[in-house]
């Protein structure tokens, strides 16, 4: 198992694109979190094996109306999640400030 955080920027916010994330996720039985960050991406913390994520990946470009222009990723430390949560608001948090 590992642990990612994805951030990915476009017309990702006000299309549905995070109840999508959550809808692939609980799909492929990778845990973890999805939220907007003020600046206009998505921010998404996923745990899962390493197969299992990258085809989590590829299947985000899938969600309808969201329209992906960039996506990074990093390896972090591992987290343990029950299920995939949405995160609702647009606000920075310590960790995504000392991470962008």
């Known amino acids: 198992m590992k642990t990612i ?3 990915i920027s476009g017309r990702v916010q006000g299309v549905g694109f995070r109840a999508c994330i959550r809808r692939i996720a609980t ?3 990778v845990g973890g ?4 960050l003020s600046d ?4 998404i ?3 899962g ?7 989590f990946i590829s299947m985000l470009y899938g969600c309808p109306r969201a329209v992906i222009r960039d996506l990074s990723q990093q390896e972090v430390p591992p987290v343990a999640y029950a299920e995939f949560t949405i995160q609702r608001g647009a606000t920075s948090t310590a960790r ?5």
Do not use: F, W
């Open 45 to 47: 913390t996923a745990t």
């Open 33 to 36: 979190e999805a939220m907007n």
């Open 40 to 43: 206009g991406r998505v921010l």
């Open 96 to 100: 995504e400030i000392q991470r962008s």
């Open 49 to 55: 094996e390493p197969v299992i994520l990258d085809k």
């Open 5 to 7: 955080e994805i951030r």
């Open 27 to 29: 799909n492929l039985g």
